[in-house]
């Protein structure tokens, strides 16, 4: 019976994990900053100016949850957002974008460093949902990224950004599977979505839901 139990509030949890408060935990902006935790952690990784900021607070239905801009590279550390009630349920991290940025070169490689360690050392680290442009193809820096992760043994999985662009989106969709077949640790559905027309989030949020033990 403590068994069964057990399992009807895990699904509830998923069921109503956007429900959920969700708050800000803490900036991580080095090393020394991380602690380890056994709460179950998904990260969001993407090229500059992707649109992850705008993803993360449509998927959370938290307007203002991640600070969005038009300037590249204005996540400069790993942010760290908790969901739950009387105890965290799951937490997603808000990395720092890569390729193009306006900032020092010294600030970027610090971040990429933080980045990097954060990636290979997250024993807790369930997924990591890697943000690539619709509107362009998948380009050597995406690819570095995900060469990092197979390395890593990082599970990831593609989510496509600002699909309402997108004319043929079946095709792009079939393109994109076509490049990554090389890679090992990919997830292989990809996922479709815009924030700016609220398309593919419940996916988007299943998935991440799927993730809570």
Not at 90 to 111: C, H, N, Q, R
Request: aromatic share 8%.
């Amino acid at each position: 019976m403590e068994r069964i139990n057990k399992k009807n509030t895990t699904l509830k949890n998923k069921r109503n994990l956007f429900s959920n408060q969700c708050r800000f935990i803490k900036g991580v902006a080095s090393v020394e900053g991380l602690e380890n935790s056994i709460v179950p952690e998904v990260a969001f990784l993407g090229r500059s100016n992707v649109g992850k900021s705008s993803l993360l607070n449509a998927i959370t239905k938290r307007a203002k949850l991640a600070h969005t801009s038009k300037t590249p590279g204005r996540t400069q550390e790993l942010n760290f957002f908790s969901f739950g009630e009387e105890k965290p349920m799951l937490t997603i991290v808000d990395m720092p974008g890569y390729g193009f940025a306006k900032a020092s070169k010294s600030k970027i490689y610090e971040w990429t460093e933080l980045s990097k360690f954060y990636l290979s050392n997250r024993s807790n680290l369930r997924r990591v949902f890697l943000l690539i442009d619709s509107r362009h193809d998948i380009k050597v820096s995406d690819e570095e990224i995900m060469s990092m992760l197979d390395n890593c043994a990082v599970s990831y999985q593609i989510v496509l950004t600002k699909i309402d662009k997108i004319k043929d989106r079946d095709k792009k969709v079939l393109e994109i599977q076509d490049s990554i077949k090389k890679f090992i640790a990919v997830h292989p559905e990809i996922l479709s979505t815009s924030s700016h027309k609220d398309e593919g989030l419940g996916d988007l949020r299943n998935e991440i839901s799927a993730m809570v033990d």
